[in-house]
């Protein structure tokens, strides 16, 4: 009996999912490699212009990771924290900093607990009208401020792209 | 023997030690040279050039004297391994400061070697060492030709783009 009703909520479940009559692929827009790389090189460009040498890493609409490139002489973190504020800035759609600012007074806000989320000014996400379909994340400069100017000039280097 | 002598004995050979490691006369730091970001992305990117030339999309990474990735390049065109495979491959080659296809060569015979025990290690053709001399101060890998082989021609492509500048 119970294995009978058990079986017949499976079937409701599965009718439910799979008869929606628009059923179709889901279409995303992705960067191309020659867009990661343009944002890339030359956020680190803008930085050596003034004077601060950054690691950088553009991601994907999945977090993952596109172009990651180590500046000279930039200390050790640099690498994984570029990598993380570019995660937090998918993750939460808006600016590293913008992230930032809305957990600083909620010491114990659930994104905090995710992996590889840093509530550190120094990233944007990449977006195409209201979607996000990346992120890139700057780490070196001396504050978050300069490190995301540099990664705005990265992005709007192939403004006319995002389309 | 009285604990007094064994506390003494001990201190002897504590101070000899020490001054041992002090006393060289010559004593100094270590000095290296590195790959820049701009000759380690030209690389990269004349890897990738020259491999879409050929017909495949493929990712590359860059790695330093450390290991340390210095740019990892993910294609979208190529399969999601190809990145860490890259990596991988490139920390192979200068970790034995040989072209990754040779380590493969050299543990062919033996899956019980030791090398294939550490992370990080894959026994696959696609990565080069980036010399110096007789120095290796890093190595390029690439991920997503068809074929190892395919794979190290734009690897070798990459190297020779600076290689007036390894020096």
């Known amino acids: ?163 | 023997m009285s604990n007094m002598t064994c506390r003494a004995a001990g201190l002897t050979f504590a101070m000899t030690f020490a001054s041992g490691l002090v006393v060289p006369a010559n004593a100094q730091v270590l000095v290296h040279k590195d790959l820049s970001l701009a000759m380690a992305t030209s690389i990269a990117l004349t890897a990738i050039e020259n491999c879409k030339q050929a017909g495949y999309n493929v990712s590359v990474h860059v790695v330093g004297r450390n290991g340390e990735t210095l740019v990892g390049i993910r294609n979208p065109a190529a399969g999601p391994n190809t990145f860490e495979n890259s990596l991988k491959k490139a920390y192979t080659s200068r970790t034995f400061r040989i072209a990754s296809g040779k380590f493969a060569e050299n543990v062919g015979q033996n899956p019980a070697a030791a090398q294939l025990m550490l992370a990080n290690i894959v026994a696959a053709r696609g990565a080069l060492p980036i010399m110096i001399g007789q120095e290796a101060i890093g190595a390029v890998g690439i991920s997503g030709a068809p074929g190892g082989d395919k794979d190290e021609v734009c690897a070798q492509a990459g190297i020779d783009k600076v290689a007036g500048d390894l020096k």
């Open chain 1, 1 to 163: 009996m119970i294995k009978t009703s058990t079986g017949i909520a499976a079937l409701a479940l599965a009718a439910s999912v799979t008869s929606a009559a628009n059923a179709q692929l889901v279409t995303t827009k992705q960067l191309s490699l020659p867009m990661a790389v343009a944002i890339a090189t030359t956020a680190v460009e803008t930085c050596k212009s003034q004077g601060y040498n950054v690691s950088v890493h553009v991601i994907g609409n999945m977090g993952e990771v596109l172009v990651a490139l180590r500046g000279d002489n930039t200390g050790p973190h640099t690498m994984e924290n570029s990598m993380r504020k570019a995660l937090a800035s998918r993750g939460q759609r808006v600016p590293s900093g913008v992230f930032a600012e809305n957990v600083a007074k909620t010491p114990n806000a659930g994104a905090l607990r995710l992996g590889n989320m840093i509530p550190a000014r120094g990233a944007l996400p990449i977006k195409v009208g209201n979607d996000t379909i990346g992120a890139a994340g700057a780490s070196g400069a001396p504050g978050g401020d300069k490190d995301e100017a540099c990664v705005k000039s990265g992005i709007d280097k192939i403004a006319g792209d995002l389309k």
